[in-house]
């Protein structure tokens, strides 16, 4: 949930239970202040009808409410303290209405010439459900109007506010490490989004720098490997050439130089890796997808036949694409290298070309493997000591210098597809 | 024949020298840029292998210095950085070769005599081993005086041994040499074995009296019966 909607859900939340009990207060204070204008009216009445019946006495023959609003009745005795005035609600039949209708009533007496007197006075008085329903609809046109508000608020104003903070968070998604220059943000006016953005900058400044100080170690390590590994291959050879060795010893040599030049296969794809990442291959040119398949796949004729493989190329398209030569060779050798590598005995290699793509398939373990992991550096299918587990890796990092898809699929081969962007 | 190795490491120097020298080639060294000047300016050289990166200095330079002495020794360049940039610029300055470090002995002795018998006999000469005769110009085989038709691999691999004769060549340098650079990751290079056999039934056939002979499983050496 977006951080505007969050807040505006709260106030929505807030706002139900505020507006609610101001409802409820609202209305009892509102009803007081009715009875009290209503009493004050009915009593000014009372004094006004009692005044005036002074004057004309004819007005105490009034004993039905009929056209009048009171009533006046010769009562014998009136106890002393029954002359205060007493309001009570009570429901009178209203004709235009044709209903019972709540009224409010005065309840008095008065003495006129020794003789006691009860006057009753009414007023008709506002319909109490009608009151609630009408505060109702008013109150959720209220609240509706506020959350409309808020939302209207924070969608113009909060969403300004917060747009620096919006501009970081994509450029945050659409930050790659080994791409990406630091983050940097126009200063704002809001301090805590300047703190943010300078935090930002300098984190991803400081992973970029660990991050190029790494790669940079890597080519160091594997640059100063070289010559030693090199002296000691040599050593080797000399050693063996020397034909002083027994057939044993000569065997265990002979390992050891197996070992020392898987090392170097090793030593020679991280500099390849890392070269590929410092992009220090920048010629491009054209490069001719179906010729380069052909031959690399010739290359590999030897080591399929041995493996008892077949390799098939079909071009259904000329495939083209900028890049550097070099790298392209690379990474095509590396995956049908990868096919005959991981292939079975015995079936064919596919190779398909059409004019947007190269699909490069084979058979082999029946199930398909993990993606995820698939072109992670190091990464071995098998035990195998010979494999370097750079292969992919490289063929990967190639693809992704270049903006081409290298896509793993599975249906009962293993399925590798290179894609190119159509801008040739 | 003569050769100069310029390079800075002494143990990679040393390997250089021992397997050149097996050769019976004379052998002279020299460890920086200005003793390096000095000895390209005096004397001459059937093939300098020049490393480019030196403490005092660039060896692209030398071989400019070379070149404005208006001298042809072979330069075969060896460079611990393989740069396709350095390559070309090396090449365009009149170098015969260039070899990425790490490199097989093998390799070396390979393309130093490649070099030198292109530069002493114009690239002319026939190689004769045996009763083997080989025109690297044509890449054709004739034992006995009869061509003998040998597909690409299999000449490459004879090609190989006989620059090679009577030293063990791994599999490895093997492979690397006839098969490429990028074959090099394959588990094992037990497929190179088939293309030994039938270049071995190929000889045979022809009665040539030299032999390719399997070592331990470690490589291959070539034998004059």
Redesign the interface.
């Known amino acids: 949930m977006k951080l505007l909607n969050h807040t505006t859900k709260y106030f929505a939340l807030l706002l139900i239970v505020l507006i609610s009990i101001w409802a409820v207060i609202f209305y009892f204070a509102m009803i007081d202040e009715v009875y009290d204008s209503l009493d004050d009216g009915l009593e000014n009445q009372k004094e006004l009808i009692i005044d005036a019946v002074k004057v004309n006495p004819d007005l105490l023959q009034d004993t039905d409410f009929g056209v009048n609003n009171y009533t006046i009745k010769r009562v014998d005795y009136i106890g002393q303290n029954k002359f205060k005035d007493s309001y009570r609600d009570t429901l009178m039949y209203m004709q235009n209405e044709d209903e019972y209708e709540p009224i409010r009533l005065l309840e008095g007496a008065f003495e006129q010439d020794g003789k006691s007197y009860r006057i009753k006075l009414i007023t008709s008085m506002v319909e109490e459900d009608d009151q609630i329903e009408n505060l109702f609809t008013y109150l959720v046109g209220l609240y509706l109007a506020l959350v409309l508000s808020i939302v209207v608020l924070n969608n113009l104003v909060l969403k300004k506010v917060w747009k620096p903070f919006y501009s970081l968070i994509d450029k945050l998604k659409g930050f790659r490490i080994e791409k990406d220059e630091p983050i940097k943000q126009e200063p704002t006016a809001i301090d805590e989004f300047n703190l943010l953005n300078q935090s930002v900058e300098r984190l991803t400044e400081k992973s970029r720098d660990s991050y190029i100080a790494q790669k940079q170690f890597i080519e160091n390590a594997a640059h100063e490997l070289q010559t030693p590994l090199a002296i000691a291959i040599n050593k080797l050879e000399l050693l063996l050439e020397k034909n002083e060795l027994t057939g044993h010893q000569t065997e265990e040599v002979g390992g050891v130089l197996d070992n020392l030049t898987l090392l170097t296969r090793l030593n020679k794809s991280l500099l390849l890796l890392s070269k590929i990442d410092n992009r220090q291959y920048l010629e491009e040119e054209q490069v001719d997808f179906n010729g380069l398949i052909d031959n690399v796949a010739a290359d590999f004729l030897d080591f399929a036949t041995h493996k008892n493989m077949q390799i098939s190329v079909v071009s259904n398209a000329k495939a083209r694409y900028t890049m550097n030569t070099d790298l392209a060779i690379i990474m095509i050798t590396n995956l049908i290298k990868n096919a005959i590598l991981h292939g079975e005995e015995g079936k064919e290699i596919a190779i398909e070309i059409e004019e947007n793509k190269v699909i490069i398939k084979n058979y082999g373990q029946d199930k398909p493997l993990e993606i995820d992991q698939l072109f992670t550096r190091f990464k071995k299918v098998s035990a195998d000591s010979r494999s370097t587990g750079l292969g992919l890796a490289i063929s990967k990092a190639i693809a992704d210098k270049y903006n081409l898809q290298l896509k793993y699929s599975f249906a009962q081969q293993h399925i590798f597809t290179v894609i190119f962007n159509t801008k040739g | 024949m003569k050769i100069l190795i310029i390079e800075d ?1 002494p ?2 120097m040393e ?2 020298r ?2 050149l020298e ?1 050769e019976q080639y004379t052998v002279e060294t020299a460890c920086d840029y200005s003793t390096a000047n000095k000895k390209i300016g005096v004397y001459d050289y059937d093939c300098i292998l020049l490393d480019i990166t030196l403490p005092d200095g660039n060896g692209l330079e030398l071989l400019k210095n070379l070149k404005q002495l208006g001298k042809d020794d072979g330069v075969i360049i060896v460079s ?1 950085k ?3 940039d350095d390559r070309i610029k090396g090449l365009n300055l009149g170098a015969d070769d260039y070899m990425p ?6 390799e070396l002795r390979a393309r130093v005599n490649a070099v030198v018998r292109r530069r002493t006999f114009d690239g002319n000469k026939l190689i004769e081993i045996g009763n083997v005769t080989i025109d690297p110009e044509s890449r054709s085989v004739h034992i006995n005086v009869k061509e003998v038709v040998l597909n690409r ?1 299999e000449y490459d691999v004879l090609w190989y041994m006989i620059a090679n004769k009577t ?2 060549v ?1 599999k ?2 093997l492979a690397e040499h006839v ?2 650079d ?7 290079f ?6 030994i056999k039938n270049l071995r039934k190929k000889l045979s056939d022809a009665a040539a009296t030299i032999e390719i002979e399997a ?5 291959y050496k070539l034998l004059v019966k």
Do not use: C
């Open positions: 490491e143990q990679m390997n250089m021992q397997t097996r611990a393989d740069s396709l470090k790490p490199f097989h002995m093998a691999k030293r063990l791994t490895t340098a098969w490429g990028h074959i090099d990751q394959t588990d094992s037990d497929f190179i074995y088939s293309q070592v331990y499983g470690v490589g």
